[in-house]
Every structure is written in structure tokens, then in C-alpha cells.
């Protein structure tokens, strides 16, 4: 099993930077990639990001690519979600998962989900 607590989320200002930051714990962290989900209000939940667990492959979805930045630090069972240029179309609940597969965008794929953080940007 793997624990997931998310944190950082608030409430911001069209063009102003947040760092969601996900804290994992249980079984080996760094055998696991790392994915960002984000579910808006009457919308289906949608990738965001997601990292490999060994060489750092990174994927986007268009939406946020060159905004949003996705790192991790297996050393302290931490994922970061590093957002810039924040608009009010990013607001959403923020979701941190996991999967013991390979890196994936698809997120039947992922196994384990924290609770999620809000994130609301206003214009």
C-alpha cells in the first residue's frame, strides 16, 4: 500500500505560481511513477503531469505544458507540482496518484490516490 497527502493549494490570482507538493509513504516510493489529476466542478477527472519513478520522463497534458512542472525527490518520498502562469481555467481539486506500472496518462492505470487539494485561481 501506498499513502498519498496532498498539499499546498489556495486560492490565487490569474498569473501568480503554486507548488502542490504530494507526500507518499508505505511500500518503496521509488518504484512507483508519479502522476496529477485535477477534477474541476462537473467535469471528469483529467491528467496534468506525470514522472517516471527511475529516469525522470516527464508527460504533460497540452493544457498545462510550458507552465506546469512535475519533479520528484525520491529521498524524501515527495512529487511536486511546480504550476506558473496560473489561469482561471486551472481551477480544481488537484489530485496526486500512483502506479506501479509503466508511465502512463491514463488514470485507470493508476492504483493508489490521495485525497486531493483545492486549487482556485481567480481573474
Known amino acids: 500500500q501506498v499513502q498519498l497527502v496532498e498539499s499546498g493549494g489556495g486560492l490565487v490570482q490569474a498569473g501568480d505560481s503554486l507548488r502542490l507538493t504530494c507526500a507518499a509513504s508505505?511500500?518503496?516510493?521509488?518504484?512507483?511513477?508519479m502522476g496529477w489529476f485535477r477534477q474541476a466542478p462537473g467535469k471528469e477527472r483529467e491528467f496534468v503531469g506525470a514522472?517516471?519513478?527511475?529516469?525522470?520522463?516527464?508527460l504533460y497534458a497540452d493544457s498545462v505544458k510550458g507552465r506546469f512542472t512535475i519533479s520528484r525527490d525520491n529521498a524524501k518520498n515527495t512529487v511536486y507540482l511546480q504550476m506558473n502562469s496560473l489561469k482561471p481555467e486551472d481551477t480544481a481539486v488537484y489530485y496526486c496518484?500512483?502506479?506501479?506500472?509503466?508511465?502512463?496518462?491514463?488514470?485507470?492505470?493508476?492504483?493508489?490516490w490521495g485525497q486531493g487539494t483545492q486549487v482556485t485561481v481567480s481573474s
Open positions: 496518484a500512483a502506479t506501479d506500472g509503466i508511465l502512463t496518462k491514463t488514470r485507470d492505470e493508476y492504483n493508489y
Open positions: 508505505g511500500r518503496t516510493f521509488s518504484r512507483y511513477a
Open positions: 514522472i517516471s519513478w527511475s529516469t525522470g520522463t516527464r
